[in-house]
């Protein structure tokens, strides 16, 4: 037998039931900022050297492996992926990299402003040092 003191025990009971709906909001919320994140930081992704390559009707690269990449800026400074590199040092450098088991191709990332002569020399340089994969990359 089940005591009632005016009929508050089943006013209570119905009054208080778990609510089934689920609350996405806040899934939003959090969903917007990650995509703006990453609408932001996916330009910041690309090579590190910013150069203003020419533009040219070439075909995009389709590699899966990640480039090794020499970069010649519009003053002539070398970069190898994100480090500088003195010009008398590339040869050695790009030997060491091989030497580390790289043997894909090199690509040659000369900005448009830089003197053709510049990237002739590196690219020569590159060359007669024994690695015959080079590409010259555009927009």
Same mark, same amino acid.
């Given at each position: 037998?089940?005591?009632?003191?005016?009929?508050?025990?089943?006013?209570?009971?119905?009054?208080?039931?778990? $609510?089934?709906?689920i609350?996405?909001?806040? $899934?939003?919320?959090?969903?917007?900022?990650l995509?703006?994140?990453? $609408?932001?930081a +996916?330009?910041? @992704?690309?090579?590190?050297?910013?150069v203003?390559?020419?533009?040219?009707?070439?075909?995009?690269?389709?590699e899966?492996?990640?480039?090794?990449s020499?970069? !010649?800026?519009? &003053?002539?400074? !070398?970069?190898?992926?994100?480090?500088?590199? +003195?010009?008398?040092?590339?040869?050695p450098?790009?030997?060491?990299?091989?030497?580390?088991?790289? &043997?894909?191709?090199?690509?040659?990332?000369?900005?448009?402003?830089? @003197?053709?002569? &510049?990237v002739?020399?590196?690219?020569?340089?590159?060359?007669?040092?024994?690695?015959n994969?080079?590409?010259?990359?555009?927009?």
């Open positions: 037998m089940a005591i009632q003191l005016n009929g508050s025990n089943r006013n209570t009971r119905q009054g208080m039931r778990p $609510m089934a709906e609350n996405v909001t806040p $899934m939003v919320d959090v969903m917007l900022v995509l703006i994140i990453f $609408m932001v +996916a330009p910041l @992704l690309t090579a590190g050297v910013e203003d390559l020419p533009d040219t009707d070439a075909r995009e690269i389709s899966v492996v990640e480039p090794l020499v970069t !010649i800026t519009d &003053d002539g400074i !070398i970069f190898v992926q994100e480090t500088e590199i +003195a010009y008398e040092n590339l040869v450098h790009l030997q060491a990299v091989a030497k580390a088991g790289y &043997d894909q191709r090199i690509y040659i990332r000369g900005d448009k402003g830089a @003197l053709y002569d &510049d002739a020399k590196v690219f020569g340089r590159i060359n007669a040092a024994g690695f994969q080079l590409a010259l990359v555009t927009d």
